[in-house]
Nanobody, 116 residues
Framework: QVQLVESGGGLVQAGDSLRLSCVAS????????MGWHRQAPGKQRELVAV???????NYADSVKGRFTISRDNVKNTVYLQMDSLKPEDTAVYYC??????????WGQGTQVTVSS
């Protein structure tokens, strides 16, 4: 069982930066694929960024060049650095952990609101 707790969300202006953190419980954090997802009101949840256990990453086209995912396996933490934020980045952001296929564990989410 893995428990995930996100933090770092807030209200910012367009162009600002935020760093989200997700702390995971459990001893096998390094073996998990970690993903950041987001869901805006009235929209489907989308995958924003993923970092696999080997360190490879992928990003949604909408955030490429602006967001960076990283992880610290000693601290059992995955981060999402978000720069040049836009109003359309407003959403609840969730981190998730998985081994293969679907994500098995989800955090409670943290709200990010970007004003224009």
């Amino acid at each position: 069982q893995v428990q995930l707790v996100e933090s770092g969300g807030g209200l910012v202006q367009a162009g600002d930066s935020l760093r989200l953190s997700c702390v995971a419980s459990g001893r096998t954090f390094s073996g998990y694929r970690m993903g950041w997802h987001r869901q805006a009101p009235g929209k489907q949840r989308e995958l924003v960024a993923v970092m696999r256990s080997g360190g490879s990453t992928n990003y949604a086209d909408s955030v490429k060049g602006r967001f960076t995912i990283s992880r610290d396996n000693v601290k059992n933490t995955v981060y999402l650095q978000m720069d040049s934020l836009k109003p359309e980045d407003t959403a609840v952001y969730y981190c998730a952990a998985g081994i293969a296929g679907a994500y098995n564990y989800w955090g409670q989410g943290t709200q990010v609101t970007v004003s224009s």
